[in-house]
Every structure is written in structure tokens, then in C-alpha cells.
């Protein structure tokens, strides 16, 4: 042959040339040795095209393996690609599409794929059959941790993942359409051009770089031309239409529900590494009316002795060597095959130039025109004939022994090519539950249940002919448009023949007395299918789990059929009845990262922002994480040493002058109707249809099951309408609960409620200056007295021309109150605000300063409201209504939750004075051991408290209430901070409420 | 019947692996067992084991509609742990933990329990102030947990994230070092073998369709798909199905199911040294001894009985897994599948009587039932043999729903509900 650095690439103008582009020539580096090939090319036939043999070695016993297939079922040639952060271990060679500057490297062999040390394990592989390690590796019993597993862990897994962050990004985008079609051989392109020229929206997803399916592989003519031609006027018909989307690179690897389909668009793959800005891959959701599956079929291999040794391949793996991509995978071949597809590659060695020994076919009698044809290209026919055994090493196929009629013979071969006949791709239908119907005529499964909305053509759905394939694809198609509403006058089918595709089933040569590989990937051989009938796994899922066949990265694509017909044969079962394994999405291994598409980082889930949040930041607010958003935690200013420094004068600072701060956070859901206060008594534990308008009340709600489930004020501004707050945590939650209640408990009820809480901002003023402040804000025409707006009192006031609504309410136990103002002023009112307040020697406080008077108040927030505590635990039972029912009351009244000794709330001190107390520690009774039966309950919350100058704190006690006094300790053995405790009341300022009234 | 070792490998390995007995019978069933369990899962098959080991009820027989550990038992992510909030939980957790320690020896059957640690990840203030409670409880009942700063978090598992940059930093984990992960197949099967030496009847491909009662509402035997068998003691084990059976005896459950997803990746060489799980941000991590990385998610929001799920948390997972781990975003998803879990309101299971004399229950594992399994069929023997709770097992009645007094282990689940 011509070239010496691609001495298996067939020399350009011959009558097999393949079509790569030579004026494009690429390097490239296999285990750091340099190769060429051309654009067009994939990895695994430039590495053909060059004479390399040995791609990998095997998982288990390390045998040297080759190239298998062309395509995404390969378990044999995997690589790492490229190098450092882009390592992609696992990769098929089959499937990259070269480029120039690729690296790959060969995977799981050590030192060097041509001597591996662990090639060993073939001489013990007698030990290492399906499931030994179920069976020993137990003694001594410490071994297992400390020397087994680590070995086993090191021998197994493949490649080796990168160990940087991927440097590539990965998007998402969204799809929809009427017609979505899934692969374009054939079926795919009749179905695609049948429903675009009707004019329905046609999106046509295409794994490979080129469409054309197998059209690109084999010697076939449409309309007479050569078939790869139909496939690019097709593809050139389907582009210029303005409704159709075709998608090359895009594997649809998932069906899902509601008719989603997921795909992956590989945008940068093909090149060395992403252009800025451009997505190594999309990920694609598509949302489809109807979806043809034109997905074809992979053809199987036969079980026989040595079929894993490099030169062992697939048939039409072969056709697709010489035909597509001018190589020739050997020069020297016998061609084994049960089916009358298998002989077409026969003849297409030998139009390529390469000698053929023998066809082998263990059917006693094959159509003529095949055995004529055969004689006529000097090929010997070796009828009722199997391939028991293949020998050769790590350079490859040697020769194959083969019995016929009880003789064997030796044929020297460098090549065999296999065909066990076509498993139609059914793994999309099975997706969603579908399962796959046995066919006896093809011998295999085919699509039985389809997923709605999925029909399937083409050889997916069994149909081999060229002519039969391109007949049900345009039939598919054109019915898929005509249920979306469209419809084209049918166009005149194109011309091809339907060739002969007569199949006998033949899964595994019994007679091979050496090992005989059914899952390539995972090292399952014939013996392990024997095995595991021996020992009763023959369930084809127990099967599975005890060999790990089809459990590879290839899910069994070429290894799933002729292990479980292996083991009906063993179990005398019809394959109807054994059924087949349901294949799980991906339909193809899809990165992880693709998943997560830009939602990394800082973008791993959005920051929620209250208008204040650029005001907060220039006043150097130190922010923390409340749900989704940032609040301001605490403002330091220069000179505070440290952050209890600081909170300490924002609470002095409030209880003495005022403070301001953002509470916009809360959840605020605006319930209007006219039996809004019917619907707020039934989810609220205390009673809102007594509440008077301009009246706002603290509310408690239960879950079902009687727990507390969320706090807050809500208040009357009409008749029929409300507005309740709720706790930043359980916004969302609340509202889901809302509407939950009202959609499917009380759809009678007039009520409606939004979520508002974007659309107001609400500030917090309290300090004994609170209404001064106010004042000044609203001027003097607004009277903010207690008698025009009493403790818990709520009014809508307009300030300048903006509505906003004044609430008295407090949580610091100060005058104080919470303002509300459209959240576009947001912004501009806090600043007003804080203007005033400073002047007023005032200040803004953040949560820790809020969270520190809420504990001296004894309010209870989220450490609290834990899911776990009743309304009686937290002191809250006399809220509950006596007279009306409500969610969770009848389930709140069990007798355990009502009992005295459940933990209740209670205050604690630190008996040594200026101690810190630690939140977490656990309450045990005075002197009594650190053991779990003395547990009587935890500390909650602790804040240093400026008001009573030291530590104070929350917990859950049992008996609480009637213990105030009594010295406990608080076990807190993990920060050395055991130390004894007094139980108090939880309210340590203004027990009255005589501040909050002022 | 042949002793699994390294002797008898080699053995049978110079035989030419011929003469390996079956692992477990495929008897017919008998027309009366003392006692039938309902499922053959890990937690029917250990129950069965126990009763038939150290309760001398061999005549057993466990029913099962499709194939042994074919439900949860083979779809779980396999974590063990035992650092939950509540003694009641904690007494049943560390019982399953003990058992786990000497399990591959109890059945011959190697397990592969491998305690690599199982850190739970903080990433706010909450959830450090939860977890801090969580040691001292722990640390009460005498379960080691730890508490680790980031930077030891990282150094424990070093291809963690902690990077501040991240949305929700890692801001320190719990640490339970004898968590770990097992081989949830050899779970089961080493139950099955060892049950099936001992006399009992593993019935595969037998569907119950019915409990028949005498005229005092006790249970007298079951109707199946492969005929009628009596028998005075049912032991109903059917994880996500449960309530169905139940309702043949006019039994209502307190329980609601949901799908469960988890996903595996290609295998690769060991990258992941230790259990990682997230309750805030929704993942969980570990990696196989075949080098696959075993990822679980939630589960969907609403109850159903489909296999599959929404391919939405699947990708919500898969976020957070990016998150903390991303030098594994180059590495690719293989299968990604749903089973089915059936959750109790305080997420504790149910194990013990019901209203109908001779029938038992042992359900409600929810998310985390693989890591319970020798423990709980440990307690639920000895409930079953004795007719009178086992005194760990005694917390889990069913009336505690009516009674009030919970086991609330909301906040301990794996991935909040």
C-alpha cells in the first residue's frame, strides 16, 4: 500500500476508497507515539489505518484487546483522551472523531500495554470467575479492610478520572417541536423529509458528525446512486427548510415523562478544546408531540473461544472500515456469520482488495446468489461450519479453527469478522417502563410497548431492507406530522432494494473449549453464564448481578442477548418468557457536568437581593446566607475588635435609641376573598375572622401531624383581604402549602392568594425613637400616636404619593414597627431612613443583632420551630382554639405530644457568671453520668445578651416550665464546654411588654 | 452443602467450577409454613435467617412476586451509618452496625462491609448548630461521631470543595467513621444461602394475593399466585408495597410512597476515599469497589409508584455533586434508575404487631432502610418468634402515630423530604 505511516489505508481511485478527506491530514498520538490520519476519520480507524492492533487490556484478567465495532456499542478499544484536566477516561475509540493534536492513551495495564504485569491474572483466572469474591477474601477477618479491598479497588475501575476541575463549561438549552426525529439512517431521513415537507417543526438528532446512519457504510444505491449520496441530498433538503432543525453530535440518550426527551449536543468535542466562549457540550431538554425513533439496530457477536482477540470484529464494523473510512482492518479474513447480511462483507473485502479465507455459516443452506457470489470472488463457503476458537496474542488474530461437520480445520487470518445477526436499538422505548417483545423470526427483541407519543422505523423496529426502512420511515413521518395537524401530498418513494436478511440464531459454539468471552467490558465468559445457572442465578437480573453481564459502560449492548439466550438454553426457557433487561437512561454515558450546565459556583443556585442589598454593602454590612438570600449579619465600624463587639452596640444601640433593619426576606403571601378569614382560621391554630381590620395578629400553623410548621403576623386591611408573613426559610413552602390546601382540601372556598414577598421591601424600626423616627418620615400631617396606631395595630399610609403599610409589631420587644414599601422604592426609602436615623444617633442592626433580642425576648425562630416541637412545647398551646378545627389539631391532641414531660422552653444562665454558653449542648440533670438516658433535652439558641450582661441562652427541657431555678448541666463534650446551667424564663427583657406598648 | 473459602475456591477452581451447588434451592411451596414472611429483601431474608438461627423456626418460607433482592435491596446507594438523633433510633441503627462488623463470617458470604467513613456536610449556620447537637447525642448514646473543620473535612476526603468561593461553602462536617458502604447483592444473597441451609423455603415468582383470617380476625394463611398456604404467623417485609399487602388484611398504613433515584458512573480508578452526603444542597456520594461512583438523589415530590422519576432531580443532584466535586464533572453518568421507598410521618420505620392477631409488619425505612437490614431483621425474628416486641424494636409500633410518641427523625433523613 502507498503510504507507510497508514500502511492499512486503501490507496485513493480504488474500487473501495472510503470517503476521509486526504487533502486533510491530522496527527495524532496513541501512548505518546506519534500517527497520522485524515479529517473524516475516528480514532479507531486512524489507529487501523496505521497497523495498531492493541488498544487495551481487559478488566479483569488483563487480556490484550483490540478494535470490535465502529460505533457507541465498542467495549473493547477504550481510551483516556486527552491529557491533565480534559482527561476523559473510558473513552471508545470508535466513537472520537479525530483531530488534529489528539492524544489518547491506553487504560488500566501497567507498566506498558504491551507487557502488563497483571496479565498474570489470566494464568490464576481459574480463581477469578463470576462472583468469587462473594466467596473468600474473609480471613483473616481484619484483612478485608486493610489488604483486600484497597487491592480490589486498585485492580478495578477502568481509566483514571482527571484530578482537576474540569476547565470546560456546559450549557442548557431547551427545545420544542412536533416531530422529533431520533437518528437519520434511512428510516430517519425518509421520516424527517416525510414530516418537514408538510411543515410540521421537525427537529432530526443525529449522534454521528454526518448524517446517513449505515447509508455512510455500506455499498447500497438509492435512486441508483451510491446510497451516502441520497443521505447528503437529504440532509441538504431537511436544511434548507425553514422548519426543520437538524442536529448532528446530538445523541438523545433518555426518554422521560410528559413526552421530554434529554440530549447532548457535543459542540466542542471534536476539536482540542472549546474556542472561549463556545461550550465543550449543550445539554438539551426536548419537549416533542410525536417522536420517531429511527435509532437502528447493533449487530450481535457469536460466543466463541478467543472472539476477544484483537482482529475479532464485527461484521458490518468491518463494511463500515472500508467503505466510510478507506482502511482495511485486515488482509487476511474469515468471515463467520449466521445471517445473510454477514456475507456482504465478504464481498466487500474482497472489492477492497484483502483475501478471504472462508465464510463460515453453521446454516446448512444459505440462499444462492450468496454462495455464488462468494465462489465467484475466490471465497471458500464453509457451510454448517462454526468458529470454535480463534488463536493469537497481543498482535492480534493468528487463525481460526473451525469445525465442520466434526472435522476441524486451521485458517490462517489476521481478520474475523463476526455477525450474529441485528438487535434492533429498542432502549428509548424501554425507558419508561415499555418492554421489548421477542421476535422468533429475527431472533431478538424488538419495540413492544412504546413510550406515548413514540413510534419507531427502520431497522429499530426490526425492518432491515433498505427499501422496507425507507418505505416505514416515510410512512412513520408523514403520520407523525398528520397527528400534529399536518399533512403533504405523499412524494414518490425512492428506488432501492430490500437484500436478503435470512437469519438462523446461533448465540454460543459449544463446542469452544476456550474461554469465550459474552461481555467483552466486563470479562463474563461462557463458563460464568454456567456457573451462575449452577448455583441458581438465573433470574436474567440475578444473572446480571452475579456475572456483572451487560453492567459494563456499554450496558450490555453486545453482550445482553447472547448471555440470557445462553441461560434460557441452560433453563430450557422460551426467550419470551426470560424476558430481556430494561435499559436505563443514558442511552449513552452523558458527563456529569453536562447536568449541571452553568449552575456552578457562585450560579450553583440563585442569590436572592433585597433592594437594600447595595446600601448594606457600602455601609460594610458583613452578609450571611438566609435561604437564597444574603442579609446583612452585622455592620461593623472601625475600631470594633470583633464581630461580638459590634453586635453589642447595635442591640445598645436599639434598646437605648433606634435601629433599623431589612426584614424583606420574610415571606409575605397576599390572601384576598371573600372567605379568606374562613380559609386563615382552618390553617392557623388561633383565630384570624375575629381579627379586626387595621389589626394584625401572630399567628402559629400546624402540619398535619400537629407540628408546629411555620410562625408569623398576619394582618387585616379589608374585610376579604390579608396579608401573612412567614419565616424566611419557609416562604416557599408555605405558600406550596396554600395552595395545596386551598386546590385540593377547600376548592370551594372563594380565596386567592400571590406570593408578594418581591414585591415589598420591609424595614424593621424599633428602639424607644422608633415613632420619632417615623414621624419625621412621614411628616406631621400622618398621626402615629398609640391611639391612632396602637401595639399591633396595621394601617395603609401613603408617603409622598409611594403606598406603603405601617405595622406596630415588634420582635425585639421594643416600640417598634415594620414598614412596607414597594419593593422599586425599596432602596430609596431605607436610605431616607437611615438618614434619619443616624441622626437620631440610631443605627442599622443586622440578623445577629435581631436573633440576640429575640432570645432575651424568648421568641422562638428557626432553632425553635424545628419540625419537631408542638405549639405547648415552645409555650405557645393557649393560642390553640378550643372551638373551631384547624390542620394538624386533632393530631396535635395525641396524648404523648400533650404530656408534661416532653421537652418545653425554658431561659437558661450560666452558674458561672460571664461563662459562654454553646448552643447544641445537651441537658442532663445536676451531677448525673453523660449517658443518653439521662438526656432530658438541648440548648437551642445562646446569644451574649448586652441587656443582661452575659450570657443567656434557649433550650427544650423536660418538665421546663415547672423546673425555673433548678441547676442542670449542659453536656457539651466536644468543645470542652461542660459546664452547669440555671433554668429560668425564657422572657429575660420586659416580662410586661411595657417597652413594646410605649 | 459447600463452606465458601479460599480452600474450596481452589477446590473447585482445579474441578473446572462444576461441582458448586446451588445457593439456594427453588422449592415449591409446602401447603403449611409455621411462619411466611413477605419479602424477599434484605430485611425478609435476614428476618427468616434469624428466626430460623436463633429462634429454631425453620419452617419458613419467604414469598417473594419477582426475584430475591430485586426491590430496594438492589437499587440502594448502600450507605451505613448510625448517627441518628433519637436513642430509639440510635439503639436500632448501632444493633444493625454490630451485626454489620461480623456479617460476612455470620452468613459465609463476603459482604464486603467496608466502614470508610461517612461525613455529612455543613454549609450554613443551621445546619452546623443541627450537626453540633447531633455529635452531642450521639456522643450520649456512645456512637462516635466527630466534628471536622473544612480543612479536615477535605484532608479526610480531599477531592471535596471547599473552595469559599462556592454558593454554600463547606463550613465543617460530621464525621462517623465505622459508616460505610457494603454490597447490597451479596446482602441479600448471603441472607438467602444461609437461610436456605438452614430449612427455609425461599419462593420466587409467588405473588400474594390475599390473607385469609379465622372468625377472630387472625391470620390462618395466604392466597398466592402459586396457590393458597396456611400458616398462623405472616410477617409482612414489602418496602414500597407494603401498604398493598396490608389492605389485604384491612390493615391501613401510615405510610406514603415516593420514587428514589440514584445513578452510578463509569468506573475509574479509586478517586473517592469515604461517604460523602449533603442534606443541604441534596447529594450523597461514595464509589463502588468496581470504581463506579454511587450517587443518590431525593426523592420526587409527589407519591407514585413509577420506576422512574423526573429526569429534574436527577439534574438537580447532579448540580450539587459539580458543586463539591468538580474534578468529577468530565466524568460521565451510566444508569441512573428509581425505586420505590415507602416513608412514616417521623420517617422512622414501623416494626412490630398490628391490630390482627398472627400478622406482623416491619416497613416505613423510607431512604435509608439498606444500612438497618441485619439489625432489623435481628429485632423483627424475635418479634415475630416471640409474638412480644423485641425490646429495641419495641419504640417502633405502629400506635405510636396514635399514641403521639414519635421517633422524629425528619432532620436526620438522608436528603430532606
Not at chain 1, 436 to 461: E, I, K, Q
Not at chain 1, 806 to 826: D, H, K, T
Not at chain 2, 248 to 261: G, I, N
Request: glycine share 10%.
Amino acid at each position: 500500500m502507498s503510504d507507510m505511516a497508514q500502511p492499512n489505508r486503501l490507496p485513493a481511485g480504488g474500487a473501495i476508497e472510503g470517503r476521509v478527506d486526504r487533502n486533510r491530514p491530522l496527527a495524532f498520538t496513541f501512548d505518546g507515539k506519534s500517527y497520522s490520519g485524515y479529517a473524516g476519520d475516528t480514532l479507531a480507524s486512524a489507529l487501523i489505518a496505521a497497523g495498531v492492533k492493541l488498544i487495551g487490556r481487559s478488566f479483569k484478567y488483563h487480556r490484550p484487546r483490540g478494535i470490535f465495532s465502529a460505533g457507541p456499542e465498542e467495549p473493547n478499544a477504550l481510551i483516556e483522551l486527552r491529557g491533565g484536566a480534559r482527561r476523559e477516561p473510558n473513552t471508545r475509540a470508535t466513537t472520537i472523531e479525530l483531530y488534529d493534536g489528539l492524544e489518547a492513551a491506553s487504560q488500566n495495564r501497567w507498566p506498558s500495554l504491551a507487557f502488563d504485569i497483571l496479565a498474570i491474572n489470566q494464568i490464576a483466572s481459574p480463581l477469578f470467575v463470576g462472583g468469587f469474591y462473594y466467596k473468600t477474601f474473609m480471613w483473616p477477618a481484619s484483612f478485608w479492610e486493610k489488604v483486600y479491598e484497597p487491592l480490589i479497588r486498585r485492580a478495578a475501575g477502568l481509566g483514571r478520572a482527571s484530578e482537576s476541575p474540569d476547565p470546560d463549561h456546559y450549557e442548557k438549552a431547551y427545545a420544542f417541536c412536533d416531530v422529533l426525529v431520533v437518528g437519520s439512517g434511512p428510516a430517519g431521513l425518509a421520516a424527517a423529509l416525510a414530516a418537514g415537507r408538510s411543515g410540521a417543526r421537525v427537529i432530526l438528532c443525529e449522534d454521528d458528525a454526518q448524517l446517513g446512519g449505515r447509508l455512510l457504510s455500506e455499498r447500497q444505491t438509492i435512486d441508483d446512486a451510491p446510497a451516502h449520496l441520497f443521505a447528503a441530498a437529504a440532509g441538504g433538503e431537511l436544511r434548507s427548510l425553514p422548519n426543520v432543525c437538524v442536529m448532528s453530535r446530538t445523541q438523545v440518550f433518555g426518554a422521560y415523562d410528559s413526552e421530554v426527551y434529554g440530549a447532548l449536543e457535543r459542540v466542542a468535542d471534536h476539536v482540542t478544546a472549546p474556542a472561549a466562549g463556545v461550550p465543550r457540550q449543550r445539554f438539551w431538554h426536548i419537549a416533542a408531540k410525536r417522536c420517531v425513533n429511527a435509532m437502528g439496530a447493533t449487530e450481535r457477536p457469536i460466543v466463541f473461544g478467543g472472539n476477544d482477540r484483537p482482529g475479532v470484529m464485527l461484521a458490518s464494523a468491518v463494511r463500515t472500515y472500508l467503505n466510510r473510512f478507506g482502511v482495511l482492518p485486515g488482509r487476511k479474513a474469515v468471515v463467520f456469520t449466521t445471517n445473510d447480511d454477514g456475507w456482504r462483507t465478504a464481498a466487500d473485502l474482497v472489492a477492497a482488495g484483502a483475501q478471504v479465507e472462508a465464510v463460515v455459516d453453521p446454516r446448512a443452506s444459505v440462499d444462492e446468489n450468496l454462495t455464488k457470489a462468494a465462489a465467484a470472488g475466490g471465497v471458500r463457503v464453509l457451510l454448517g461450519g462454526y468458529i470454535v476458537n480463534v488463536t493469537g496474542g497481543a498482535r492480534g488474530v493468528t487463525s481460526a479453527i473451525v469445525s465442520v461437520a466434526g472435522k476441524r480445520q486451521i485458517l490462517t487470518a489476521d481478520l474475523v469478522a463476526v455477525s450474529g445477526g441485528w438487535n434492533p436499538q429498542v432502549a428509548l422505548t424501554t425507558h419508561r417502563g415499555g418492554k421489548p417483545r421477542w421476535s422468533d423470526a429475527l431472533s431478538t427483541f424488538v419495540p413492544g410497548d412504546l413510550p406515548d407519543g413514540m413510534t419507531v422505523a427502520g431497522a429499530a423496529n426490526g425492518d432491515l431492507g433498505l427499501a422496507e426502512s425507507l418505505r416505514k420511515g416515510s410512512e412513520a413521518g408523514a403520520a407523525a406530522a398528520a397527528a400534529c395537524g399536518f399533512s403533504a401530498a405523499p412524494a414518490p418513494q425512492p428506488r432501492a432494494e430490500d437484500e436478503p436478511t435470512a437469519v438462523a440464531p446461533l448465540w454460543h459454539v459449544a463446542e469452544s473449549r476456550h474461554k469465550a468471552f459474552v461481555d467483552l467490558q466486563n470479562d463474563v465468559t461462557a463458563d460464568d453464564i454456567t456457573l451462575a445457572h449452577a448455583e441458581g442465578f438465573r433470574s436474567i437480573e440475578h444473572l446480571k448481578r452475579y456475572t456483572t453481564l451487560g453492567m459494563a459502560t456499554d450496558q450490555g449492548k453486545t453482550s445482553n442477548l447472547n448471555g440470557h439466550a445462553m441461560m434460557a438454553a441452560l433453563t430450557g426457557q422460551a426467550m419470551s418468557d426470560v424476558g430481556t433487561i430494561l435499559s436505563r437512561p443514558p442511552h449513552q454515558p452523558v458527563a456529569i457536568g453536562a447536568f449541571a450546565g452553568h449552575h456552578r459556583d457562585r450560579h450553583f443556585r440563585p442569590t436572592r437581593h433585597t433592594a437594600g442589598h447595595a446600601w448594606a454593602l457600602e455601609n460594610g454590612a458583613v452578609m450571611v446566607e438566609a435561604g437564597p438570600w444574603l442579609r446583612p449579619q452585622y455592620f461593623p465600624r472601625s475600631g470594633e475588635k470583633d464581630w461580638l463587639t459590634t453586635v453589642v452596640r447595635e442591640v445598645r444601640t436599639v434598646r437605648s435609641v433606634v435601629g433599623v433593619c431589612d426584614v424583606s426576606t420574610l415571606g409575605r403571601i397576599d390572601i384576598q376573598g371573600r372567605d379568606a378569614a374562613a380559609f386563615l382560621d382552618r390553617v392557623y391554630v388561633n383565630t384570624f375572622s375575629t381579627l379586626p381590620v387595621g389589626k394584625a395578629r401572630y399567628g402559629v400553623m400546624l402540619r398535619e401531624d400537629g407540628f408546629v410548621m411555620d410562625d408569623g403576623t398576619t394582618s387585616r386591611f379589608a374585610e376579604d383581604h390579608y396579608v401573612m408573613s412567614t419565616t424566611t426559610a419557609n416562604a416557599a413552602k408555605i405558600m406550596q402549602h396554600l395552595e395545596f390546601c386551598h386546590q385540593a382540601l377547600w376548592p370551594e372556598l372563594d380565596v386567592s392568594m400571590v406570593s408578594v414577598t418581591e414585591q415589598w421591601s420591609q424595614y424593621a424600626v424599633a428602639g424607644p425613637k422608633a415613632r420619632e423616627l417615623l414621624m419625621q418620615l412621614y411628616g406631621p400631617d400622618v398621626d402615629l400616636s398609640n391611639d391612632a396606631l396602637p401595639y399591633m395595630g396595621c394601617r395603609e399610609i401613603p408617603l409622598r404619593g409611594i403606598p406603603t403599610r405601617l405595622f406596630r409589631i415588634s420582635f425585639s420587644g421594643e416600640l417598634a414597627y415594620e414598614l412596607a414599601v414597594p419593593a422599586r422604592y425599596g432602596a430609596a426609602v431605607l436610605e431616607a431612613l437611615m438618614a434619619l436615623c443616624g441622626a437620631l444617633g440610631g443605627c442599622p442592626y443586622g440578623t445577629e443583632a435581631q436573633s440576640v433580642m429575640r432570645i432575651e425576648k424568648g421568641h422562638v425562630a428557626g432553632n425553635e420551630l424545628n419540625g419537631q416541637t408542638v405549639a405547648r412545647d415552645l409555650g405557645l398551646g393557649r393560642m390553640m382554639s378550643t372551638k373551631r378545627d384547624y390542620i394538624g389539631r386533632v393530631m396535635a391532641g395525641r396524648p404523648a405530644l400533650m404530656a408534661p414531660d416532653r421537652p418545653t422552653l425554658v431561659g437558661i444562665r450560666p452558674v458561672e457568671k460571664g461563662r459562654r454558653l454553646t448552643a447544641g449542648a445537651h441537658i442532663l440533670p445536676g451531677g448525673a453520668a453523660a449517658v443518653a438516658a439521662n438526656d432530658q433535652g438541648y440548648v437551642t439558641s445562646v446569644a451574649y445578651s448586652p441587656t443582661c450582661e452575659g450570657w443567656i441562652g434557649l433550650a427544650l427541657v423536660v418538665n421546663g416550665p415547672a423546673r425555673h431555678g433548678e441547676r442542670v448541666h449542659a453536656f457539651d463534650a466536644m468543645r470542652n464546654n461542660d459546664q452547669d446551667v440555671v433554668i429560668c424564663s425564657p422572657v429575660f427583657v420586659d416580662p410586661e411588654g411595657v417597652r413594646l406598648r410605649g | 452443602m459447600g463452606t465458601f473459602s479460599f480452600g474450596s475456591l481452589l477446590r473447585n477452581a482445579m474441578a473446572g467450577h462444576k461441582d458448586w451447588p446451588r445457593q439456594w434451592r427453588a422449592p415449591d411451596p409446602k401447603p403449611a409454613y409455621d411462619a411466611i414472611i413477605v419479602g424477599a429483601g434484605g430485611h425478609g431474608l435476614a428476618t427468616a435467617y434469624y428466626l430460623a438461627k436463633e429462634h429454631g423456626v425453620r419452617n419458613v418460607a419467604v414469598l417473594e412476586k419477582g426475584w430475591l433482592g430485586g426491590g430496594n435491596t438492589g437499587r440502594n446507594t448502600t450507605i451505613i451509618r448510625s448517627n441518628y438523633l433519637w436513642e430509639e433510633s440510635e439503639a436500632l441503627y448501632d444493633h444493625a452496625v454490630k451485626l454489620w462488623e461480623g456479617l460476612s463470617h455470620e452468613l459465609n458470604y463476603n459482604v464486603m462491609y467496608s466502614p470508610r467513613g461517612v461525613l455529612m456536610l455543613a454549609h450554613n449556620i443551621h445546619d452546623i448548630q443541627v450537626f453540633k447537637r447531633h455529635v452531642h447525642a450521639n456522643r450520649l448514646a456512645g456512637i462516635d461521631n466527630e466534628w471536622l473543620t473544612a480543612e479536615q473535612a477535605k484532608e479526610f476526603c480531599p477531592p471535596l470543595n471547599i473552595a469559599p468561593g462556592m454558593r454554600y461553602p463547606v463550613l465543617g462536617a460530621a464525621l462517623r467513621r465505622r459508616g460505610g458502604v457494603a454490597r447490597y447483592d451479596a446482602v441479600a444473597w448471603g441472607y438467602a444461602r444461609a437461610a436456605d441451609r438452614l430449612g427455609v423455603d425461599i419462593i420466587q415468582n409467588c405473588e400474594v394475593k390475599g390473607i385469609r383470617r379465622d372468625a377472630n380476625g387472625a391470620v390462618t394463611g395466604v392466597e398466592t399466585t402459586r396457590g393458597d398456604i396456611a400458616t398462623k404467623k405472616i410477617g409482612v417485609v414489602a418496602a414500597g408495597h407494603t401498604s398493598v399487602v396490608m389492605s389485604m388484611a384491612d390493615v391501613r398504613m401510615p405510610l406514603e410512597s415516593f420514587p428514589l433515584q440514584a445513578l452510578v458512573s463509569e468506573p475509574v480508578k479509586p478517586v473517592m476515599p469515604c461517604v460523602v452526603m449533603s442534606n443541604t444542597i441534596h447529594a450523597y456520594i461514595s464509589q463502588s469497589d468496581k470504581g463506579e461512583l454511587v450517587i443518590g438523589a431525593g426523592t420526587d415530590q409527589y407519591i407514585s409508584y413509577s420506576q422512574t422519576g423526573g429526569l429534574h432531580i436527577t439534574t438537580h443532584t447532579l448540580d450539587a455533586i459539580c458543586e463539591l466535586f468538580p474534578m468529577f464533572r468530565r466524568m460521565r453518568m451510566l444508569r441512573n434508575w428509581g425505586g420505590i421507598v415507602d416513608v412514616t410521618p417521623d420517617r422512622s420505620p414501623i416494626i412490630g404487631k398490628t391490630p390482627v392477631p398472627g400478622l406482623f409488619v416491619n416497613c416505613g425505612w423510607g431512604t435509608g432502610g439498606f444500612k438497618a437490614t441485619p439489625g432489623s431483621g435481628h429485632v423483627f425474628a424475635a418479634t415475630i418468634a416471640r409474638d412480644e416486641p423485641h425490646p429495641i424494636a419495641a419504640p417502633f409500633t405502629m400506635e405510636r402515630f396514635v399514641t403521639g410518641r414519635l421517633i422524629d427523625e425528619a432532620a436526620a433523613a438522608a436528603v430532606a423530604h
